[in-house]
């Protein structure tokens, strides 16, 4: 590969390719008798071109080509290490040698209206970049990463929040199940005769035969609730603290977890009521026969009972409602991802 020089500036120059050569070429065997110049940045009228000059030079290094991206900084022609045709910065001015063509006087660069405009040559192929574009570039990289780190801070809090109050609701209606079940279980057998004490026929607190199957699908959905929400806090908190580039496989598993926990609620909720048929615990508990044996039964909790059997049905809702709003997440996700593939493509163009 030959080595890069930088020629002129394109816009306004209307000299064709061999004729910048052969200008070069005599500008090269005239190089021993050039004459240097030294400006300084803020004396004369050339304190603001040498000014500008330099603050180009020294956070723009680098140039885009079709191939890539290559710097601006290898040796060849009369490019000196500054990369800048024959310029140096020492101290507190810049210099530099008439050799390398009729525009050192704008220091290599031309404002017009399509920018500041900067000509590279590389293998004979010249090559205009557009500084205020690759300025635009970088700063538009800088904010897509700035809402990209912003909508991870949001999701991150998003998700503890939701999985700590799912993980709370849970353990609430297990609790609360658990409870108003072993408040049957102790006093299923509990009787009193009708007449005689100790003589058929008896008055039962609780049915024969109550209808439990609520009670054990709602601990068994509390349970499986308890189990997701705790492993998706593990994962989300270690998530949090790792590179964002690496948070797709979570992003995808957190969003099944809150799909399938917002159906685990919901059904729970559905069937909790749905089955309520006079016989079980809850339709019992809160029915005017249990109020009225209450007398007759005053150690068994039949109002206890009831508010428990209410507490669980209201909790499992709450969840419910948590976890359908959660599933905003995937909006989010969704949003993030295409901020992500935007900085790609800006990425790729990075010099």
Not at 314 to 338: D, M, P, Q, T, Y
């Amino acid at each position: 590969m030959k080595p890069q020089q930088i020629s002129s500036v394109i816009y306004g120059d209307t000299t064709t390719t061999s004729q910048r050569q052969q200008r070069d070429n005599n500008n090269n065997k005239n190089s021993n008798n050039s004459t240097s110049y030294s400006y300084p940045y803020y004396n004369g009228s050339r304190s603001n071109y040498a000014g500008r000059s330099q603050a180009y030079y020294q956070s723009y290094p680098y140039y885009r080509s079709n191939s890539g991206s290559r710097r601006m900084d290898s040796g060849g022609g009369n490019v000196n290490n500054n990369g800048n045709d024959g310029k140096a910065v020492n101290g507190g001015s810049l210099s530099y040698s008439t050799g390398s063509g009729p525009y050192d006087d704008d220091f290599g660069f031309m404002e017009s209206q399509r920018g500041i405009l900067m000509e590279t040559q590389l293998g004979g192929v010249i090559e205009e970049i557009d500084l205020d574009k690759e300025r635009f570039e970088r700063q538009e990289l800088r904010d897509l990463r700035g809402r990209d780190q912003q909508i991870r801070n949001g999701l991150c809090v998003l998700r503890f929040t939701t999985r700590l109050l799912n993980l709370l609701l849970s353990l609430l209606v297990a609790v609360f199940a658990i409870d108003a079940y072993q408040i049957w279980e102790q006093s299923q057998y509990h009787r009193i005769s009708r007449g005689r004490p100790g003589t058929a026929p008896y008055i039962t607190a609780w049915p024969m035969k109550p209808y439990t199957l609520p009670v054990f699908l709602m601990i068994g959905f509390a349970a499986t609730s308890i189990l997701i929400n705790f492993l998706t806090m593990v994962v989300s908190c270690c998530s949090c603290r790792r590179l964002p580039h690496k948070d797709g496989k979570f992003d995808v598993f957190s969003c099944v977890a809150t799909g399938i926990l917002t159906a685990v609620w919901c059904l729970a909720a559905g069937l909790y009521q749905g089955l309520r048929n006079g016989k079980d615990l809850y339709s019992y508990s809160c029915s005017r026969v249990a109020l009225a044996r209450t007398r007759h039964f005053p150690s068994i909790e039949f109002d206890s009972a009831c508010n428990m059997h209410r507490i669980v049905l209201w909790a499992s809702v709450a969840a419910f409602v948590i976890n359908a709003l959660a599933l905003g997440e995937i909006a989010l996700v969704v949003k993030r991802r295409n901020i992500r593939k935007d900085m790609g493509l800006l990425e790729k163009l990075k010099v």
